[in-house]
Nanobody, 121 residues
Framework: VQLQASGGGLVQAGSSLTLSCAAS????????MGWFRQAPGKDLEFLSA????????KYADSVKGRFTISRDNAKNTLYLQMSSLVPEDTAVYYC???????????????WGQGTQVTVSS
């Protein structure tokens, strides 16, 4: 599975932004997918994940209520809607995929290349 994240950019605090992740390759719609981020000087952080069917989601406490994960299997695309952004959300955001939620939230099998999100105060 190949993943291509996009949609990052420079936004002001309080703004909203939606990231996309286009998946291609062997039956990407059958994979659980997720989002991670890495801020400068910090460890990789799990943000959110969604089952292949979209019927179950999981969020890190740091983004719960502000970020929404979704997917469109007809388009093989994963989304992350981000709202009420704060400067602490500045990071490189990565999409990921794996066969199960347990794996995609911890050690995903496939990774996208990352997209930079910068939130100015």
């Amino acid at each position: 599975v190949q993943l291509q994240a996009s949609g990052g950019g420079l936004v002001q605090a309080g703004s909203s932004l939606t990231l996309s992740c286009a998946a291609s390759g062997r039956t990407p719609s059958r994979y659980a997918m997720g989002w991670f981020r890495q801020a400068p000087g910090k460890d990789l952080e799990f943000l959110s994940a969604i089952t292949w069917s979209g019927d179950s989601t999981k969020y890190a406490d740091s983004v719960k209520g502000r970020f929404t994960i979704s997917r469109d299997n007809a388009k093989n695309t994963l989304y992350l809607q981000m709202s009420s952004l704060v400067p602490e959300d500045t990071a490189v955001y990565y999409c990921a995929a794996a066969f199960s939620m347990a794996v995609v939230t911890t050690t995903p099998t496939y990774w996208g290349q990352g997209t930079q999100v910068t939130v100015s105060s």
